[in-house]
């Protein structure tokens, strides 16, 4: 893939530290395509880029191919359809095919993504169960690490062969790594029934003004704190108190990027009695400051 310039900084498609990518060559997809096992599903590259600092690619007329993206660390945005999406920590996406998109990691604290790009028959209503009506909808998923060992896993295979049974494995196991995001809530009925995990992130998106502990987000939810402590790790990846104060500063950023509100008046709108301490939180949360936030995005 080629890079583009801008006049203010280098934006990379390819080329990060530590990154892994393989592209199927055009002999071998032929193959694929005439093998009534892999040509219903089938990748058609496939890569993990960490830390991508500057990544950034646009693709006026959209891919041949649905792309797949699924964030562990770091931001990134997703502009498609006339949104613009944001790509957070154990979220992903699949971009339809042949549509115009353009996608970016952050400035100050770049994504982690692994990604496939994959066709076939049924590829199509794969990315229907996906979207479910609603094309520009990004997806939350609890971190699995039996997903990452399943990804090298597969890039290991296409490493070491791409004849035509290793390919058969490769592309059953594609479908079984992207199914796991698709159908995660279907696979995992005791993790999903516990609703109240939802209906707690509900509650605490209503009510960003104000603070809360452990003990009282579950008392709200007529639970036990430990349990609830669990179950709600268990689904999202992170402690109520981490997600909730990851809300505060995702609605923080809204207000910078889109109004003129200083820091004070945010920090009031959102129940941060201590600046210096909302400070700190948003670098640790963005890896930048506000107010540099603030200067970086402002229009």
């Not at 999406?85 to 970016?104: A, E, F, G, R, T």
């Not at 200083?262 to 400070?279: H, P, V």
Request: proline letters at 4%.
């Amino acid at each position: 893939m080629e890079q583009k310039i801008t006049e203010s900084k280098k934006k990379m498609k390819e080329g990060f530290i530590g990154q892994k990518r393989i592209v199927i060559p055009p002999n071998i997809r032929k193959k694929i395509l005439h093998n009534p096992i892999t040509k219903t599903f089938y990748l058609t590259a496939f890569g993990h880029y960490p830390r991508a600092g500057n990544h950034d690619m646009e693709r006026k007329s959209g891919s041949k191919d649905y792309i797949f993206l699924y964030c562990t660390e770091g931001f990134g945005y997703i502009t498609i359809l006339g949104k613009k999406l944001l790509l957070s920590p154990n979220s992903y996406y699949i971009i339809p095919k042949n549509i115009s998109h353009h996608y970016q990691s952050h400035e100050t604290n770049p994504w982690t993504i692994f990604w496939a790009h994959f066709s076939g028959d049924i590829a199509e209503s794969i990315f229907d169960r996906f979207a479910d009506g609603n094309l520009t909808r990004v997806q939350e998923v609890p971190f699995v690490e039996s997903r990452i060992k399943q990804f090298n896993f597969i890039y290991t295979l296409l490493e070491r062969s791409v004849d035509d049974k290793d390919m058969e494995i490769i592309n059953i196991e594609l479908l079984n790594f992207i199914s796991s995001f698709i159908y995660y809530k279907e696979v995992n009925p005791d993790i999903y029934n516990t609703d109240f995990v939802s209906k707690s992130i509900g509650y605490m998106k209503k009510n960003l003004k104000k603070k809360f502990s452990v003990e009282e987000l579950a008392e709200q939810q007529n639970m036990s704190a430990s349990h609830y402590l669990r179950s709600f790790k268990q689904k999202t990846g992170s402690s109520p108190i981490n997600y909730f104060n990851q809300l505060k500063i995702q609605e923080s950023c809204q207000h910078l990027y889109f109004s003129d509100m200083n820091i004070k008046e945010i920090c009031s709108e959102l129940g941060f009695s201590d600046q210096y301490y909302f400070s700190r939180l948003f670098k640790q949360i963005t890896g930048t400051s506000p107010s540099q936030y603030k200067k970086l995005h402002k229009r």
